[in-house]
């Protein structure tokens, strides 16, 4: 058994401390800032030349996991963190982790095979097409109000419609959520059927189900919510577009049983009109007297 000296253990000891710090530091919300990222590298180089040779071995896995998080999402807000984190690949591989050289040498493949560079620029192209046309002004340069149509983003669902942290699938299904919970209270409240149990239920989608199934994604670390197994084989994010999925088809049963509803009422009122009527045509019908031919004197 090999005998470490006081030093040595306090080395070891405060090298677990710095992995520890190193992980916190950097795949935390503010792990986007270069500074954050050289912060968490200092005391693992530290370490490494006092002794802890093995150090910069795990460090080099964490900083793998933290490139392919940032680099493959939205990779332009964590640029500078990005760029340090490369600056310590290559600190880290000076200090022994030599085989960090293969991982992201395939990672930086990957990354440009998938758009690199030009991903974040298709974004913002998508995101000024999506941008909603400006109003067209009258002679006297006053914006013409635009037709009186309801508003998406409207509603408790508003906040999350175009919120970048969640996948666009799921932002997509809560649009649609707005929207069919809205025309399904509004039917039910035109047809008085405010106190059924229909009218609860599509209000209780809009208000908390949903609501809550968002929130509770929102609550999953960042790095791992849309490739973290959780159940059954399913992420984060495939739990949250399956749970919107059911959410949008009892919406959907309840638009159908208005329909219905609304369907027998217009029935029984053409009933209604066809019987009303139909008699009267009998009774406002005028003979018709034919001429008779003069008799011959």
């Known amino acids: 058994m ?11 000891v405060a090298a677990a401390f710095a992995i520890a710090f190193f992980a916190q530091s950097v795949f935390s919300p503010k792990g986007r800032d270069a500074r954050v990222v050289i912060r968490a590298l200092i005391p693992v180089v530290l370490l490494t030349v006092l002794g802890a040779g093995w150090l910069p071995h795990p460090v080099a896995g964490m900083l793998i996991g933290y490139l392919g998080s940032r680099a493959f999402g939205r990779w332009e807000s964590a640029r500078g963190g990005l760029l340090a984190a490369l600056v310590g690949a290559a600190v880290l591989i000076g200090l022994g982790a030599s085989w960090l050289m293969f991982p992201l040498f395939f990672m930086t493949l990957g990354w440009l095979a998938s758009g690199g560079p030009a991903r974040g620029r298709r974004r913002e192209r998508a995101a000024r097409e999506d941008r909603p046309a400006e109003l067209p002004t009258q002679a006297g340069g006053t914006p013409v109000p635009a037709p009186a149509t309801p508003a998406v983003g409207e509603g408790p669902l508003a906040p999350y419609l175009a919120d970048a942290r969640l996948p666009a699938q799921a932002r997509a299904q809560l649009v649609a959520l707005n929207l069919r919970t809205r ?9 008085g059927l405010e106190g059924t149990e229909g009218f609860f239920v599509a209000r209780a989608i809009r208000e908390e189900y949903a609501p809550e199934a968002v929130q509770a994604y929102l609550k999953l670390p960042r790095s791992l919510a849309e490739t973290g197994v959780i159940q059954d084989g399913k992420t984060g994010a495939a739990l949250l577009t399956e749970q919107l999925e059911l959410l949008l088809d009892g919406v959907q049963d309840i638009i159908a049983g208005s329909l219905q509803s609304g369907g027998q009422a217009l029935l029984t009122h053409g009933r209604f009109l066809r019987d009303r009527f139909a008699k009267a045509e009998q009774e406002l019908r005028v003979p018709v007297i034919l001429p008779v031919a003069d008799k011959v004197k």
Do not use: F, N, S
Request: charged share 20%.
């Open 183 to 191: 025309e399904a209270l509004t039917l039910l409240r035109d047809q």
């Open 2 to 12: 090999i005998d470490l000296g006081p030093m040595a253990w306090m080395v070891h």
